[in-house]
């Protein structure tokens, strides 16, 4: 191979580095960025009377905003683990692909029960205490990936 297209394929590999990076930490960023905010601006209003109401309002939008996010920063990340074979993007993209698994294992079982039931305020409350509290580590998640991808 001549020393020409060696130049051109390492040109290559440093645009597709930069794209994978920008997208890991603008993906990983975006979803850390939107699970604080949510915990800061909604949270308290899931720990009212009114807030499975309030819950189920805001689940949907949410679902979808989220799940694209940490997928595409975990794939941009590991694909610049695979470039780049600098662990702290292997960890990033561990660490948002832990956060789908954490949701599916600990959230969703409550996030059923909220979206269907019929709870009194008291359970409901105490679902959502729970809900926050698992929310905040998931959160926690994220800004270490997020860390990491930087």
């Known amino acids: 191979m ?40 909604v949270g308290k209003a899931l720990t009212t009377e009114i807030g499975q109401q309030v819950f189920r309002k805001v689940y949907d939008p949410a679902k979808f905003i989220q799940v694209p996010l940490y997928l595409v920063g975990a794939g941009s990340s590991l694909g610049l683990y695979y470039l780049t074979q600098r662990k702290k993007y292997a960890v990033a993209g561990l660490l948002a692909l832990s956060v789908p698994l954490f949701t599916a294992f600990m959230l969703l079982p409550i996030n059923k029960q909220l979206m269907e039931d019929v709870l009194s305020p008291v359970a409901a409350m105490s679902l959502l205490r729970r809900w926050l509290s698992l929310h905040n580590v998931r959160t926690g998640l994220s800004l270490a990936a997020l860390a990491c991808a930087v």
């Open 2 to 41: 001549s020393s020409a297209s060696r130049r051109d394929i390492n040109n290559d590999d440093d645009e597709l580095r930069k794209v994978l990076y920008k997208s890991s930490v603008v993906s990983i960023g975006l979803f850390a960025g939107v699970a604080v905010a949510f915990s800061v601006s």
